[in-house]
Structures are given as structure tokens and as C-alpha cells.
RNA sequence: GGCGAGGUAGCUCAGUUGGUUAGAGCGCAUGAUUCAUAAUCAUGAGGUCUCGGGUUCAAUUCCCGAUCUCGCUACCA
């Protein structure tokens, strides 16, 4: 590790309190950071760990409002749990911190301002809906109405979560406010924009030329973003929940969410210390952000930019962001329930934390998205944890306090393999160094295991059992270094599996080490007394696994019961609404994907009037050489629409079912172009 | 369609700045062993390094193309 750094200020994503902490945030975030940090710390550095609740934001405001409650109520009960079940999995924050405390609301506040001071920002007038009724702006998530798309009527201001367009507002058909269910006006409102485009020429060149150490998943998405062109983005929004701009005139108006929940690492930083500065201004300091894909848009081009606007905080050296955990083969969902929430497991396998900690961090998504499954739960631990790793410290404790009545028996004479094995030790020592330094956490690991391993072989190749018979002096030797071995492990693992270290160093009776003591053969002096051993790990049995698999096969088997919800009936129209469509019969003669587009067909279809062009969005689901000669139905006097450079002219019936299967509607035997259908 | 990441043993992953027999853990097979939670140790089987071209004396590694997975993005009358 460079050693020029004064001193690390570590920070992990801040969750967001709206649902528990599950496996996924733990894999993909807090568990490599603790174990940086707990490395850290063990190594003597001068080290902050820095998290705590993201509690702004609409959603928040909107599961507020479903549970009829306040949306403090809310981050209360969310950031008590989550703060909760992460101290008693032992993720070692320094503090943790939530963007509803007094402190943020002053940090944010002022580093708006200095932006604003500055010129910094773009005012920009936008219309946005407002309802009259409950007197407010809208936020895009408070908008329902009919997607333009799909015909979704439940679509969302932002996005349609039915064929998942994303969408403008202004976009939706009968657009209705959630809040009063009135139909909302536009109206005009300003906003402040902070103008990314700006700094874009030294995010490139940051990114890219000064940081080449950063991971590839990490460079490549950032990239992406800058070739594609940054926009300004606005960093205010028209709601009552969250940080008020500080500008006069500005009442309604509060900080969108992303631009204060980064800054709440600098707000919890402020909780913590009176120093907090020198940790967030002074480049001897060692910044780094951990965290899940989906942020690193916002810690390595958005809060960069803020930073850097601002002028007097340091950047991050990297940003170790892992991809993705998967379970089951599925994705991770709160909202179907398809988790490992951390309570429950915290709930269900009490005392087992460095269990899960260790699984995660050896399956940890750190090139690519990755699969937990209880099965390779199971097998890890008993195959590895408690066969490896258990079984090893345990021979070397028993061996002790059977022949040696529990005291590190001298060294007598060491013997080329005997050398050979102390060697091992300072060697993974500093594959574990090496690794972690370079955040490589499953290897790390790996290297900490192979101290187990060591000691397993170290063990079968001299047979203690048997040469006590015949050489007792030999047997101490052994011993004594099987519980040299047994102590590396008491400091190695501290990072990995905290609560095992600690048992471990009280099985052999070992003070306060640090990481400089790893590495030596000769920790334990002759005659040292060990404690009381007990099992570090346990079996898993079947029934504990077939347990959670049950759990998830209800939790899908409830979401399946749900799923066939059949969209109800859409508000009546008068008979002459429905007369004025002019539905026709059609055959398909031509059809074509239209080139540079994933959904997108070019249809020539007879419709008896004439032959005209159609574009259609079923790429997709249909060959083109498969819909050739079909007879359809028409909706013909839709008017003309251009579509990436196509004038379609009508719109294709077809029914779609939950799943989003896609049918043609034909009339049932043969009908000639042109008839009307009614 | 564009961009990014990934596709290496049954599973989860390393690796190769191009160079003799491509590695690890787990699983599997065989043998050894009994101090230990039926744990451990040794040995072995298992890979056309996604596919097709090209560059090169030599490619899994570089270039081009295709294909699959994940993500971002455009399109969806």
C-alpha cells in the first residue's frame, strides 16, 4: 500500500431507507468495505468509515403515503433498522449517519449556496404539472396516466414500469395526480441546473488519464457516459419532502435527492469530528467511495463535478464499485420479496455473521454480476469455514492441551520443512496485503484460507499423534508452530471474519496484535497458556437450507398468485367515440425490420383502401418472414406518425397478456381487405 | 441499433505486457491417515480458454466479424 497517505476517509453507499438491507447491498458494498477498513485500522492507519440513510427522495414520500404515515415516520423506523442489523452484523462504521440530521441539513445548505454564490448553477424556467387541489408541484413518480407506448394506463411520470419506456410527464395520455387523483395543469416553475457539460473535459481527463488503476467495469462505464455527452442536470425539485433550497423566494422548493445524499458523507463526516475537514480538504487524505454499478454515474462524474465546483474538497483516489449479486438465479427484488433480508438472517442463524460475511466476500460480484445460492451457502461453510478453517485451529488446540497440559510447548530443533512452513506465513501475509490493496477481496481471502491450509498439511505431514510416542521434544516443536500458524490466523482473518478472530485469539490467549505481527513464527512465546478452545464454525444442516429454499418458492409462489392482475376496465366512452375508429381488415404484404432499432418493424399492409405503411413495434416477438401474408385488423385512421424517419399510418392490433406475449388480432376465417370491423 | 462490462475445468473464479505440459477453491475418483466437527493429507480425472476469420515463426492473450449474458441508451401510434 502507498504509504504517502496521512490518513483514509472510507466511505460505503448510503442505503436507502426505504426497505432493509438484504445480501445484495452487503456483497456488492458494505462487506468489502469494512473489510478494507478493518484492515486498515489493524495496520495502525488513521481511518474513517463513513456511512448513514439516504432519506429524501420521492419514493420515500410515496411508501408514506401508501402506509398512511409521514415520511419521517418512515426513515425513522427503516434507519433504525438498518443502522441496527448493520452494527450487530458487525460492519464497523465509524459513524453512522442519516441525511435527515440537523448537520446535513447545514452542510447541504451551505454547499449549495457556495455553488450558487458562485454562478455555478443554471436557472432554468420548465413546465411541470401542478395540482391545483393539493397545491403542489408534482414529482414525475406522483404523475399516473396512460403510457403513449403501450397503453399502460397505470404508467408512471417517469417511466412506464409495464414495457419499462422511460418517460416525460408531459408524455402521459389522461395524466391524473396520485396525490388528489385531479387532473393536474402545467404550470411554470424554476429550477437551478448544475451544468455537468462544463466539466466535462476534466472528468476525462481525471478519469481517464490520471486514473488508469481503476476497475474496468468502473473506466468502462464512465466513458460510455462521456462519450455519450453530459447535460446539465437539475438539482432542485418542486416537493415538500427533503432539503429547502436556500435562495430567497424558493418556498416549495427543496434539493433533489442526489445532489444531498452524497454530501451527507461529508455531513456524517461532521457528526463524527471537529476534524472533519482536514479528512475532506487535505490531499494527504486517502478517499475512497465504495459502492454498488448503479451509483457510478453519481461518485465518479456527478459528485466529482460538485466537488470540483465547489473548489476546496479533495476527489476520490478510486471508487471500487461491484457489479451486481444475484439470487437463485434471479435478480434481487424488494418489491417481490426475492431477498436475504440481513435482520431475518441475522434472526436465523444467530451468532453465524462471519459466515455469511465470509460466503459473500467469496462470491463477491467484483468483475460481474454473480449468483448466492443456499446450496453454495451450505457447502462453503461446512467445506471450507468449518473443515478448513475450524478443524485446523481446533487439532492445534486439542493437540496442545493434551501433551502439553495447554502451554505453547518450546522449540527444539527446526527441521528444513519446519523452515520451509514459517516461510509460508510472511509470504501470504503479503498476498493478503497485496490483494486487498488492490481490492481484490476474494482473492484475499483466498491467501487468508491458505494460512489454514498451511497448517492442515504442516499437521498430516508430521503426524504429532504418532511421534509423541517416540520423540515428546519433536512434538513441541510441531506444536508450537502449528500455534504460530493459529495465531497469524487471529490477525489475518480480523478483516474477513471479526467475530472468529476474536474467538481465536482468546483460544490461544493473545493480546491486543496488529497487522505487523502477522508474517512472525514467533508470537506465542514457550510457555504461554492458551484458553479454552470451543468450535469456531458449525455444520449446516439440510434442513436449515431446505428452510430458506422453502421461504423463497412461498415468496415466489405469492408473487405468482398476484401476478395475473387483469387490468381493470378503462373509464366509458360514448358510442360515437368508438365510431369515429375505423378498424379494417388487412393483409401484411411486405415487412421489414427497420434498421438501428431493436423493436422496430416496417410493415406494407393492404388495407383495402390502400397499401400503405405501418410501423410497428414487435421486432421483438415476430420474423419478419413469419408475418408475411397475415391477415390482421387495422386501426386505419390513426393519424400519421413519423418514426425514426418513416411516416407510419396506423397502428396494428395485437393482444398482449401479462406477460407481455404478443398476438395478432385476425378475423377468424379469411375476410378480404378493407372490411370494417365493429 | 449505439456504448460499456463479461463469456476460461461440473460450479465459482484467477491468469496470459503473445512463447515449452492454461491455474486455484469447491465438487468428483483413488489411496493414505485417525489428533480433529466422518474433519485432514496425497494423487488423479476433467478445459478445441464462446464461435469464425486475420496478423505472427507462435494467439486463449492482439485485430476484425459473429454470438450469448448483464447494464446504460435510442426507437415502441
Request: charged share 25%; glycine share 6%.
Amino acid at each position: 500500500m502507498e504509504t504517502t497517505y496521512k490518513r483514509h476517509l472510507i466511505t460505503a453507499a448510503l442505503p436507502y431507507a426505504n426497505g432493509p438491507v438484504h445480501i445484495g447491498h452487503l456483497a456488492g458494498v458494505y462487506v468489502p468495505a469494512d473489510i478494507y477498513v478493518r484492515y486498515l485500522r489493524l495496520r495502525g492507519e488513521d481511518v474513517l468509515f463513513i456511512c448513514g440513510s439516504d432519506e429524501h427522495g420521492v419514493p420515500i414520500t410515496i411508501k408514506a403515503r401508501q402506509e398512511k404515515v409521514s415520511p419521517q415516520d418512515i426513515v425513522d423506523k427503516f434507519h433504525v433498522m438498518m443502522r441496527d442489523s448493520f452494527a450487530e452484523f458487525g460492519i464497523s462504521f465509524s459513524i453512522y449517519s442519516r441525511t435527515t440530521s440537523k448537520t446535513h441539513y447545514k452542510t447541504a445548505s451551505e454547499f449549495f449556496r457556495k455553488l450558487y454564490d458562485k454562478g455555478d448553477f443554471i436557472e432554468k424556467t420548465t413546465s411541470q404539472y401542478y395540482d391545483e387541489e393539493a397545491q403542489q408541484f408534482l414529482a414525475d413518480r406522483y404523475i399516473t396516466g396512460t403510457c403513449p407506448v403501450c397503453g399502460n394506463e397505470s404508467a408512471y411520470g417517469d417511466q412506464c414500469e409495464k414495457c419499462g419506456s422511460s418517460l416525460n410527464a408531459t408524455d402521459l395520455k389522461n395524466p391524473k395526480s396520485t396525490i388528489s387523483g385531479s387532473t393536474p395543469v402545467l404550470r411554470e416553475t424554476l429550477h437551478w441546473f448544475l451544468p455537468l457539460d462544463r466539466y466535462e473535459a476534466f472528468l476525462r481527463k481525471w478519469i481517464l488519464e490520471e486514473n488508469k488503476d481503476w476497475k474496468q467495469n468502473v473506466t468502462g462505464q464512465c466513458k460510455s457516459w462521456l462519450d455519450a455527452g453530459l447535460q446539465p442536470r437539475a438539482v432542485s425539485r418542486d416537493l415538500d419532502w427533503g432539503i429547502p433550497v436556500p435562495v430567497e423566494g424558493a418556498t416549495g422548493k427543496v434539493l433533489y435527492v442526489w445532489f444531498d445524499a452524497p454530501i451527507g458523507y461529508i455531513s456524517a463526516t461532521r457528526d463524527l469530528t471537529e476534524d472533519w475537514e482536514k479528512y475532506w480538504k487535505d490531499p494527504g487524505t486517502h478517499l475512497v467511495h465504495f459502492i454498488g454499478k448503479d451509483n457510478i454515474v453519481f461518485h465518479c462524474i456527478v459528485f466529482p463535478a460538485m466537488l470540483k465546483a465547489e473548489g476546496s474538497y479533495i476527489l476520490p483516489a478510486n471508487v471500487p464499485a461491484n457489479e451486481f449479486l444475484n439470487l437463485e438465479g434471479e435478480k434481487i427484488s424488494t418489491s417481490r420479496n426475492w431477498a436475504v433480508w440481513l435482520h431475518e438472517y441475522l434472526r436465523e442463524f444467530p451468532g453465524k455473521q462471519d459466515v455469511l460475511r465470509y460466503v459473500l466476500c467469496s462470491t463477491m460480484p467484483e468483475a460481474k454480476d454473480n449468483d448466492f445460492t443456499w446450496k453454495d451457502f451450505q457447502a462453503r461453510n461446512n467445506n471450507e469455514l468449518v473443515a478448513v478453517l475450524g478443524n485446523f485451529v481446533n487439532r492445534a488446540m486439542v493437540l496442545t492441551h493434551k501433551y502439553f497440559e495447554g502451554r505453547v510447548p518450546p522449540v527444539a530443533e527446526l527441521t528444513e520443512a519446519d523452515r520451509a512452513t514459517l516461510s509460508e506465513l510472511p509470504r501470504l501475509r503479503e498476498a493478503v496485503e497485496y490483494n486487498l490493496d488492490n481490492f481484490r477481496f476474494r482473492e484475499a481471502l483466498k491467501s487468508m484460507m491458505d494460512i489454514a491450509r498451511l497448517g492442515n498439511k504442516y499437521l498430516a505431514d508430521n503426524e504429532p499423534w504418532k511421534v509423541i510416542k517416540t520423540d515428546p521434544a519433536r512434538v513441541g516443536t510441531v506444536l508450537n508452530i502449528s500455534l504460530q500458524i493459529t495465531a497469524n490466523l487471529a490477525i489475518v482473518a480480523q478483516p474477513f471474519l471479526p467475530f472468529s478472530a476474536v474467538k481465536i485469539a482468546e483460544f490461544i490467549n493473545l493480546g491486543k496484535s496488529l497487522w505487523q505481527d502477522a508474517g512472525r513464527g514467533d508470537i506465542l512465546e514457550s510457555g504461554h497458556p492458551l484458553g479454552e478452545a470451543s468450535l469456531l464454525f458449525e455444520k449446516i444442516e439440510d434442513e436449515a437450507i431446505d428452510l430458506q429454499l422453502l421461504k423463497l418458492q412461498q415468496a415466489k409462489e405469492q408473487n405468482q398468485q398476484e401476478k395475473p392482475a387483469t387490468k381493470p376496465q378503462k373509464e366509458d366512452i360514448s358510442y360515437d367515440d368508438f365510431s369515429r375508429m375505423d378498424i379494417r381488415t388487412g393483409i401484411i404484404l411486405e415487412a421489414v425490420k427497420v434498421p438501428k432499432t431493436k423493436k422496430l418493424m416496417q410493415l406494407k399492409v393492404d388495407t383495402g383502401i390502400d397499401v400503405r405503411t405501418v410501423v410497428s413495434g414487435i421486432a421483438e416477438y415476430f420474423e419478419p418472414q413469419d408475418i408475411i401474408g397475415k391477415n390482421i385488423c387495422i386501426l386505419a385512421n390513426l393519424a400519421p406518425r413519423e418514426i425514426k424517419g418513416i411516416t407510419s399510418q396506423g397502428m396494428i392490433l395485437l393482444a398482449e397478456d401479462a406477460s407481455g406475449k404478443l398476438v395478432f388480432v385476425t378475423p377468424e376465417e379469411g375476410m378480404s381487405p378493407g372490411a370494417e370491423v365493429k
